[in-house]
């Protein structure tokens, strides 16, 4: 049994090395814009983001991957030793990327690189959603999971919110020109060099009592195993409806939102950059207060009041953005839209951990997560993108809406999460 400073100094780890994945991964995202002419043959800027996107998409597909992967590891051999190796692999991805050239001096070669180092940081992604979930959702007290486990989002905002920030730096110090031809590449040399800081505080953190539970280790023949898995199909349908409305309006209102504030809403690209970071930053705040909130009443209320909001508000939200006119008005559109979201996102890693036992929890939350995320969530930017050229943007609009309103329909008749829940008498 961990102690109390066990217990936070392995939250803290979990969430810093947490928060260093998510930064080289949402690194991606908010230099598109920058590096996109380095790696594509020049054409109209629309096109070019497609390129990148469609890089971004495949590297959702790898998550698959991860998911199984990882949340086999973690589930075999510890969580602690699964969340080490995925941030020394998403290191690696970064690092190929800021030293990979640009198309015009290796020509075919550019692109096929960074699509191999966004394969690379796909897979470990993919792999620590999972195992950072189970674990955060491990060492909490049972009266506080949903506090403790809200910090992975915390953290994954954060990732977010540095990558934006150095953006930020970035644009403030360096002409539009500078950050085209090399600027770009800075970030992802500090992602790779922070992924070391996170691999050290991921080698000296505790491992779970739940995995090192005698009565677990028992159970070694069926642990991580897909097979096991498929016993648990009313958890796994729930994993995945949660995940499908969840990840359409977390990207929707997160990633894609900064390009739609330049490409539909005309602002400068500082000027979305800052109302971007703004909204984030608050985003984030709330997360704890949602999952405490959780802890006193319940998951459910928070999912289904997301599903009713989000089905609701989404097409008016977003249809009032694409006609702002300043970035206050934007701001606040896009905060009311991430407010709405806190429903899923505080509490979703606690509700997917919570509904398997633990010899395959880590199997379980990662990979249905995965493979819902890679079909819905990594192809929201590019089906926004598609619709935006072909004329139909407004399409794009209800596409979100139908997604959370599947959510809505699942989270309405699957019963009480309180009796599902597998974790209460665990160690």
Same mark, same amino acid.
């Given at each position: 049994m961990?102690?109390h400073?066990q #217990?936070?100094?392995?939250i803290? /780890?979990?969430?810093i090395g947490n928060?260093?994945?998510?930064?080289?991964?949402y690194a991606y995202a908010?230099? !598109?814009?920058?590096?996109?002419p380095?790696?594509?043959?020049e054409?109209?800027p629309t !096109?070019?983001?497609l *390129?990148?996107?469609?890089?971004f998409?495949?590297?959702?597909?790898?998550r698959?991957?991860?998911?199984?992967?990882?949340?086999?590891l973690?589930d075999?051999?510890?969580?602690?030793?699964?969340?080490?190796?995925s941030?020394?692999?998403?290191?690696g991805?970064?690092?190929m990327?800021?030293?990979t050239?640009?198309?015009?001096?290796i020509?075919i070669?550019?692109?096929?690189l960074?699509?191999?180092?966004?394969?690379?940081?796909?897979?470990?992604?993919g792999?620590?959603?999972?195992?950072?979930?189970t674990?955060?959702?491990?060492?909490a007290?049972? *009266?506080?999971r949903?506090?403790y486990?809200?910090?992975?989002y915390?953290?994954?905002?954060?990732?977010?919110?540095?990558?934006?920030?150095?953006?930020?730096v970035?644009?403030?110090?360096?002409?539009?020109?500078?950050?085209? #031809?090399w600027?770009?590449?800075?970030?992802?040399?500090?992602?790779a060099l922070l992924?070391?800081?996170?691999?050290y505080?991921?080698s !000296?953190m505790?491992?779970t009592?739940? =995995?090192?539970s005698? /009565?677990?280790?028992?159970?070694?023949t069926?642990?991580? #195993?897909l097979?096991e898995?498929l016993?648990?199909?009313?958890?796994?349908?729930?994993?995945?409806a949660?995940?499908?409305?969840?990840?359409?309006?977390f990207?929707?209102?997160?990633?894609?939102?900064?390009?739609?504030l330049? *490409?539909t809403v005309?602002?400068?690209?500082?000027?979305a950059?800052m109302?971007?970071f703004?909204?984030l930053?608050?985003?984030?705040?709330?997360?704890?207060l =949602?999952g405490l909130? /959780?802890d006193?009443?319940?998951?459910?209320?928070l999912?289904?009041?997301?599903?009713?909001?989000? !089905?609701?508000c989404?097409?008016?939200?977003?249809?009032?953005?694409?006609h702002?006119?300043?970035?206050?008005?934007? =701001?606040?559109?896009?905060?009311?839209?991430l407010l709405?979201?806190?429903g899923?996102?505080?509490? *979703?890693?606690?509700?997917?951990?919570?509904?398997?036992?633990?010899h395959?929890r880590?199997?379980?939350?990662g990979f249905?997560?995965?493979?819902?995320?890679?079909?819905?969530g990594g192809t929201?930017e590019?089906?926004a993108?598609?619709?935006?050229?072909?004329g139909?943007?407004s399409?794009?609009?209800?596409?979100?809406?139908?997604?959370i309103?599947?959510?809505?329909c699942?989270?309405i =008749?699957m019963?009480?999460?309180?009796k599902?829940?597998r974790?209460d008498d665990?160690?």
């Amino acid at each position: 049994m961990l102690s109390h400073s066990q #217990r936070l100094r392995a939250i803290v /780890s979990g969430c810093i090395g947490n928060l260093v994945e998510w930064y080289d991964w949402y690194a991606y995202a908010a230099f !598109t814009v920058y590096f996109a002419p380095a790696f594509f043959p020049e054409s109209d800027p629309t !096109t070019q983001l497609l *390129n990148s996107a469609g890089i971004f998409a495949l590297g959702f597909l790898m998550r698959i991957a991860g998911g199984w992967l990882f949340g086999n590891l973690a589930d075999r051999k510890g969580r602690k030793y699964a969340m080490t190796l995925s941030v020394l692999l998403m290191s690696g991805g970064s690092l190929m990327i800021a030293l990979t050239p640009g198309y015009g001096t290796i020509g075919i070669a550019a692109p096929l690189l960074l699509t191999i180092a966004r394969l690379m940081q796909g897979l470990s992604v993919g792999g620590e959603y999972g195992t950072s979930a189970t674990y955060l959702s491990e060492v909490a007290t049972a *009266n506080r999971r949903g506090f403790y486990s809200s910090f992975q989002y915390v953290t994954l905002i954060g990732g977010q919110l540095i990558a934006l920030g150095v953006q930020l730096v970035l644009q403030l110090s360096l002409s539009e020109q500078q950050l085209q #031809r090399w600027g770009w590449r800075i970030p992802f040399v500090a992602g790779a060099l922070l992924s070391v800081v996170a691999l050290y505080l991921r080698s !000296t953190m505790a491992e779970t009592a739940a =995995f090192e539970s005698s /009565s677990y280790q028992d159970n070694s023949t069926r642990k991580g #195993r897909l097979p096991e898995l498929l016993h648990y199909r009313k958890a796994i349908t729930i994993v995945v409806a949660l995940t499908l409305g969840g990840t359409v309006a977390f990207y929707t209102f997160t990633t894609y939102a900064q390009k739609f504030l330049v *490409n539909t809403v005309h602002l400068t690209r500082q000027g979305a950059t800052m109302v971007m970071f703004w909204a984030l930053l608050i985003y984030a705040c709330l997360q704890p207060l =949602f999952g405490l909130l /959780s802890d006193k009443t319940g998951r459910k209320p928070l999912l289904i009041g997301f599903g009713i909001m989000g !089905t609701l508000c989404t097409v008016p939200l977003l249809t009032a953005l694409s006609h702002a006119t300043t970035q206050g008005t934007a =701001f606040m559109l896009i905060l009311l839209a991430l407010l709405i979201v806190s429903g899923y996102t505080s509490i *979703n890693a606690v509700v997917k951990a919570e509904l398997f036992p633990v010899h395959v929890r880590a199997l379980g939350v990662g990979f249905p997560y995965a493979v819902t995320v890679a079909v819905f969530g990594g192809t929201a930017e590019a089906v926004a993108l598609a619709l935006k050229k072909a004329g139909h943007e407004s399409w794009f609009y209800w596409y979100v809406t139908g997604c959370i309103f599947i959510s809505l329909c699942v989270f309405i =008749f699957m019963g009480s999460l309180s009796k599902l829940t597998r974790m209460d008498d665990e160690p």
